[in-house]
Structures are given as structure tokens and as C-alpha cells.
């Protein structure tokens, strides 16, 4: 069982070189607990997908301790700007358009171009904020499909020895999770509810926006297992995921002459191929999950007549990868 720990000056300095040596530490904020690590480091970022249990990569929120460190992450908007200015720190998330620049692995925005990014209030998770230094990726900090955590407790049953600390900051006061705006549609629309209201957004902004999300009780709503915690309910609204330009031929033994290769454990034997990527030399899913989808976009070029993708293990991080991997192959 990870050791659940008071916050003092020293744990809290004790869990920033934790996460930036990329450990995963669990921190209260004031929607529900997190589970974090360092956004920019993809290893640390797939040990988050592993300890979850996701059998899918969901895209991350990004935290981080005030709205200046975004501005080598994402490209700010006006609204962005207005909804920043008057609602953060707090429980609403911006997905805005990620910088070509962005340090963040792409396994925490599941291949998109985009990112989610939050300014907590919480004073602990300001306080680890600050001193780790970092971007911190962080999903709730509950199993798959389990209920997010609002105490240390509820964390410590869900992940145990998964995490490599607890914070306890006793009770997250809100108990429901952060709202989650689109910021790059020509108007915000809101993908899931939560903590701050519809009507607080208006106010902000100055006109009334839509809001695409399932009826379900925030909060009370358990993470789906198949990885969508909520279901836009106009499909292609929303660029909910990574997709590649070219045709993807799962479990490939070995390439055409035309098609880029992405392999996966010991391949110097595999001959052909006209470009060659290998997710994990020593056959480790989650060091594939960590490269999967900046490889995936460094094959997907005109250049070849698709990806042929090695078999992959359907074991630990291999689950999520063989399902994005599905997924991404029906056209
Ligand atoms: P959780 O991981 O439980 O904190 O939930 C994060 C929520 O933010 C999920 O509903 C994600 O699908 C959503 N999300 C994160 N990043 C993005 C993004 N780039 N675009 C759209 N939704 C996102
Ligand atoms: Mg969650």
C-alpha cells in the first residue's frame, strides 16, 4: 500500500523531485484527487495509463501553477483569455490548440491536437504545482471505472502500492470533477459538466454556448470502461481522436515494399519497408504506449502507402495500445 503522507513543507518537496524524476504521486485538488506525473516525460506519463488500468488512452489534464507557464503549451484564444482570467485558479479545464512547440508527451493528449489544462485552487496542489516546476498530467486518481476519489483513503483502496505517494490534504471540497471546455470551436462548447456551471461561463464570456455532454450525473458517473469517461452527443464535434492519414495493417509480420514499419520487440530479422520505427526494441509496452503516437505521426507521411504495425502483446499497456491501434485502422 502506497504510504498515504501529511503535507508539511518537506512532503511537499519530497513529492515534486518524486514527480520529476518521474514517479506518479496522488494530490488532492479541489474537484476530486489526481493522479500525477510529469506531462512532458511519455514513460511517466504511460505508468498513469498503467496504474488506472485504462483500456484505452483517454487524453490528460495538464496542470500547472498559474496561467503563464501555459503559454509554451498551448495557443491562447480571447475567450481562453476571459474564462482564465476570471475562473482560474478552479474547476474548469480549457482544451485549447496545442503549440507545435509543446514539451507535452503526446500520450497525455491520447495523439490529439490539443490539450486540456487546468489551474487548481487547491493550496497543496498549487503548493506541489509550484515546486515541482513542471506540467503535471493528471486524470482522477481512481482505478478504470471505478468512482474519482475525494479523500487519501478512497485513493489508497482504489490504486494502492500503484502510486508512489499520496498527499493527503484531507477532502476535496467540490467532489465533482473540473468542466471541461472546447476552446477551438468558433464558440466554447462544454464536453463534460462539473464543478463550475454553464452559467458562470456565460457571464464570463457574454453570450450563451452549447453544451455537448451524456445527462449523467457528474461525479456520481463511473469512467466507462472502454476509456470514454463521456459521450460527445454530436460526433465529429469534436476530434476525440488521433487518427492517421494512412491505411494501418495490424498485427503485420513484415512490411511491403511501400509501407512505412512499426515494429514491436526484437525486428533486425524482419526484412522490407520502406521507413522503420520500433515502438520498444525490448518488447516493453510501456515504453511503446510512451512512443506510440509521435511514431505513429512520424511514419504517417505521403511518402508511404500505409503503416504496417508489428503484432503487439495484449498484456499490461498492450490492452490500450492494440485498442487505439483498432481503432485508428478503421477508416
Ligand atoms: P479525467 O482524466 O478523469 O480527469 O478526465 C479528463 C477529461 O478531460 C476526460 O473527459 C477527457 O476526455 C477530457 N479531455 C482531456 N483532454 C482533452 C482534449 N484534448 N480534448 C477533449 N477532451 C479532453
Ligand atoms: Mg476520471
Known amino acids: 500500500m502506497a504510504v498515504i503522507t501529511p503535507v508539511d513543507e518537506a512532503s511537499i518537496a519530497r513529492a515534486a523531485a518524486m514527480l520529476r524524476e518521474g514517479k506518479l504521486v496522488a494530490f488532492p485538488t479541489e474537484t476530486v484527487y489526481g493522479l500525477g506525473a510529469d506531462a512532458a516525460n511519455g514513460k511517466a506519463v504511460a505508468a498513469i495509463y498503467e496504474a488506472k488500468g485504462r483500456p484505452s488512452f483517454n487524453p490528460l489534464i495538464i496542470h500547472v501553477a498559474d496561467a503563464r507557464a501555459l503559454d509554451d503549451l498551448v495557443e491562447w484564444t480571447d475567450a481562453a483569455h476571459l474564462l482564465a482570467s476570471s475562473l482560474w485558479p478552479g474547476a474548469i479545464t480549457l482544451v485549447l490548440p496545442r503549440k ?12 490529439l491536437d490539443t490539450l486540456a489544462v487546468r489551474i487548481p485552487s487547491h493550496p497543496v496542489a498549487q503548493k506541489l504545482l509550484r515546486a515541482a516546476g513542471i506540467p503535471i498530467a493528471a486524470p482522477s486518481a481512481n482505478a478504470s471505472g471505478k468512482l474519482s476519489p475525494t479523500s487519501p483513503l478512497h485513493v489508497a483502496e482504489s490504486l494502492g502500492d500503484k502510486v508512489d505517494m499520496i498527499l493527503a490534504g484531507g477532502r476535496s471540497q467540490i467532489g465533482v ?45 463511473q469512467e466507462a470502461t472502454d476509456g470514454k469517461a463521456y459521450a460527445p452527443a ?86 490500450a495500445i492494440n485498442d487505439r491501434l483498432r481503432r485508428a485502422a478503421v477508416r
Open 177 to 221: 470533477e473540473s468542466t471541461v471546455v472546447n476552446m477551438t470551436t468558433a464558440t466554447p462548447i462544454i464536453l463534460r459538466p462539473g464543478g463550475v456551471t454553464q452559467e458562470q461561463i456565460e457571464r464570463v464570456l457574454g453570450y450563451k454556448i452549447d453544451s455537448h455532454h451524456d445527462t449523467s450525473t457528474p461525479g456520481l458517473r
Open 234 to 319: 454530436s460526433p465529429g464535434m469534436l476530434a476525440s481522436h488521433y487518427a492517421p492519414h494512412l491505411p494501418l495493417r495490424l498485427n503485420a509480420e513484415q512490411p511491403n515494399t511501400n509501407e512505412a514499419f512499426l515494429a514491436f520487440g526484437p525486428d533486425s530479422f524482419i526484412k522490407g519497408g520502406a521507413a522503420r520505427l520500433n515502438l520498444s526494441p525490448n518488447g516493453d509496452t510501456g515504453e511503446a504506449a510512451a512512443n506510440l503516437f509521435a511514431m505513429l505521426r512520424e511514419l504517417d507521411t505521403p511518402a508511404h502507402t500505409g503503416i504496417a504495425v508489428a503484432p503487439i502483446p495484449d498484456t499490461g499497456l498492450g490492452v
Open 100 to 111: 507545435t512547440t509543446s514539451p507535452i508527451s503526446l500520450l497525455a493528449s491520447a495523439g
